[in-house]
């Protein structure tokens, strides 16, 4: 696993963060949840990400939005997805920061993602088995996501 350091240089005695590397989702759904939770609390993201999962809310899709389809609920955008396993991960990942911030002694009820970025990770080759034989080249896509949080007074 390739070990990669911050993109943001973020310091302070309130700032927690975590990282997690290579996480083998799609880095086009990673960025825009990425994109959507910016700004947001700990406890809202994980909430609205809990609705994705349940596919009861969609994320709005800004950059990625050749063919997407309009999705019921969103407001603003009428382009969106459903991106479960993307979600999921950032679950895992904003769990994993709130323990770090009460580790270092933050309230973890009240954080704020101050920063959050989604970068491709390397590509794993792989193939598809094909008819009679043969087989297809494919390539398995990674994604490097980090996350800083800040403690709200």
Do not use: C
Request: no cysteine; hydrophobic share 40%; charged share 30%.
């Amino acid at each position: 696993m390739a070990r990669t350091g911050y993109s943001t240089e973020i310091e302070g005695e309130n700032v927690a963060r975590a990282k997690a590397n290579e996480v083998p989702v799609s880095p086009k759904h990673s960025i825009e949840i990425a994109r959507f939770i910016r700004n947001m609390t700990t406890s809202e993201a994980k909430a609205y990400l809990a609705d994705v999962v349940a596919l009861k809310k969609p994320i709005p899709f800004k950059r990625f939005k050749r063919n997407v389809a309009h999705k019921r609920g969103l407001s603003k955008w009428p382009a969106g997805r459903y991106p479960v396993k993307a979600a999921e991960a950032y679950i895992r990942l904003i769990e994993s920061v709130e323990k770090n911030a009460e580790y270092i002694g933050l309230d973890p009820t009240s954080l704020r993602i101050e920063h959050v970025a989604a970068n491709r990770g390397r590509g794993f080759r792989a193939f598809f088995p094909r008819a009679m034989g043969r087989a297809t080249p494919k390539r398995r896509e990674t994604v490097n996501i980090e996350i800083v949080v800040t403690e709200v007074a």
